[in-house]
């Protein structure tokens, strides 16, 4: 069987160039389409890095903040100043030391709301935002997903055995209970209407994972992903080991 998880696969020698090389990627991209541009920001650690690397020069003066729109793939169901929350760490790394103007930014709700209306205020904000009900194969709602690989397979908050993995109605929803946590996610059809979507994975503890992944292992949710443009993995030599051996 042909192995329909067909990415571009990078390897850059360490963490620190995959983030130099990753926020050159989203610089071209970013610069070469003189219309909004819309990121759709992945959580967890190993992309810190890369939004500490853009708040820095030459990116901090070059990128086109003012028509670039910041998304989030998935969130913890936290108040947005509790440590654990992926739009705390984007603000601290990022958001705060740049001018992007606060319209542009669109953190997932959190505070004050049920996680079920949470995933449904985000749903109709990503609507808004796009113009239209449905998404269009020909029309990404996002330029670029920025996606991790967690040591399970899971993705945004795409975990293994959970009833979001089936979903294709609704681009957001609430995930509860999975790793004692309640957590919001975009689903497959969100996720997958990105013009380019790229895995940052990087770290010896990836290695078997990423290895599975680059096999095309269905059984991981991150292998299931079918983006209507691009899919590349950006990885660093200590995850790439054996990785890809096909
Ligand atoms: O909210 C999150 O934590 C992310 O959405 C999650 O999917 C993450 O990307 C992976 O778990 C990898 O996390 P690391 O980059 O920390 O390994």
Redesign the pocket.
């Known amino acids: 069987m042909i192995n329909p998880f067909e990415a571009k696969l990078e390897t850059l020698a360490n963490a620190e160039a995959l983030s130099h090389r990753v926020a050159d990627w989203l610089l071209e991209m970013a610069t070469a389409k003189h219309a909004i541009f819309a990121i759709n920001l992945?959580?967890?650690?190993?992309?810190r890095r890369l939004y500490e690397r853009l708040a820095g020069p030459p990116y901090r003066d070059t990128f086109p903040w003012s028509r670039t729109h910041w998304f989030w793939?998935?969130e913890?169901f936290v108040p947005h100043d509790d440590a654990r929350s992926?739009y705390r760490m984007v603000r601290e790394a990022l958001l705060s030391r740049v001018p992007i103007p606060a319209v542009n930014v669109h953190p997932i709700p959190t505070e004050g709301i049920t996680p079920e209306s949470a995933a449904s205020a985000y749903e109709r904000q990503l609507k808004s935002f796009y113009g239209a009900e449905r998404l269009d194969p020909a029309r990404p709602l996002f330029d670029v997903t920025l996606?991790?690989?967690?040591p399970d397979g899971?993705?945004?908050?795409l975990f293994p055995g959970t009833a979001v993995l089936v979903e294709q109605t609704h681009w957001v929803a609430a995930v509860v209970g999975v790793k004692s946590e309640t957590r919001i996610t975009l689903t497959y059809p969100a996720l997958e209407s990105s013009q380019n979507v790229a895995f940052l994975v990087e770290g010896r503890e990836k290695r078997a994972i990423l290895k599975r992944l680059c096999r095309g292992d269905d059984s991981l949710p991150a292998a299931r992903l079918r983006p209507v443009g691009m899919l590349c993995v950006f990885t660093d030599q200590a995850a790439i080991e054996g990785a890809n051996e096909i």
């Open positions: 992945s959580g967890g650690s190993t992309p793939g998935d913890r992926n996606l991790g690989l967690g899971h993705t945004a908050s």
